[in-house]
């Protein structure tokens, strides 16, 4: 029996290494495997019938099975990496790029003059602790007007008049409702900057337009002054446009008191570019804030107004009207 049992395992390595040698998938690698080495397979048939041998046998007969074992087991692992570097081949073949042929021509896009502004502003305000806020471009009554110290018949509404819809609501005229609406989540301190697309019923000219872009900050802490705003607008102004003469001006808002009206000396002559001032009391008030323990300070600009200054652009309907020659230029 000794013998029988020895010439079935010399024949199964050699059936095994020959089948072995054939497969060329990987998926019929593991089939061979399985049906050589695995719990089922013929090995473990074979060496089942160990258990009819003498004492003296089994060690013979165990350690041709080993050698069987470990001869179908270093076929396999040839031949799957055989089988792999073959894969690997065909799909580097399949991949690969013929450098002689023309490239396709994608050209790179470009910034948007106004995207640039805004980018470079919210950077400098982020940089200066500043968190960047956005909110609805269709708003109420309320957070538009009223909430900023604006009531119904106050005489400001006709500076910012706007389109109304069916519903009441409007298009908001300014960021500010962003702030409105933050102030009421957010215990103070805070400070923020509200970039976003505003609204106002104007006539479309050279320098007006009733779509625009505006960018708002606000400011609101334990004993922040006046002092602090116009810090604060300098070094925002410098890092925009460079060191030059800034002054600021008495002016009016509705929701800021004092008020200032910001003008940079630009070619030889002073440039109005941005509004500021401490934020009302009634402003705090309305969105429970004590005034008598915080004080706060607002401020903002258009974009378009400096794209065109920076950039100096004639007519500000070239910033809409998305003619390549006029933005490839940027």
Known sequence: MTSNLENQLLALR???????????????????????????????????????????????????????????QNSLDQQRTALESAQIQVQLEAETIDVTMPGIYRPQGRIHPLNGIIDQTLDIFVGMGYTVAQGSEMETDYYNFEALNTPPDHPARDMQDTFYLPDGNLLRTHTSSVQIRYMEKEEPPIRVVAPGRVYRRDDV?????????????????????????????????????????????????????????????????????????????????????????????????????????????DDIRRLYNSDLRFLQQF
């Open 205 to 313: 000219d050279a320098t007006h337009s009733a779509v625009f872009h505006q960018i708002e900050l606000l400011a609101i802490d334990e004993g922040l002054t006046f002092t602090d705003l116009k810090g604060t607008v300098k070094i925002f102004l410098q890092s925009i446009f460079g060191d030059l003469p800034i002054r600021f001006r008495a002016s009016y808002f509705p929701f800021t008191e004092p008020s200032a009206e910001v003008d940079l000396q630009w070619k030889g002559r002073w440039l109005e570019v941005m509004g500021c001032g401490m934020v009302d009391p009634n402003v705090l008030k309305s969105v429970g804030y004590d005034p008598e323990v915080y004080s706060g300070f607002a401020a903002g600009f258009g974009v378009e107004r400096f794209a065109m200054v920076l950039h100096q652009i």
């Open 14 to 72: 050699q059936e095994g290494e020959t089948a072995i040698a054939s497969a060329d998938t990987l998926e019929r690698l593991e089939e061979l495997r399985v049906n050589y080495l695995g719990k089922k397979g013929q090995l473990g048939a074979l060496l089942r019938s160990m258990g009819q041998m003498s004492a003296e046998e089994r060690p013979k007969i165990g350690a041709i099975a080993n050698t069987v074992k470990e001869a179908i």
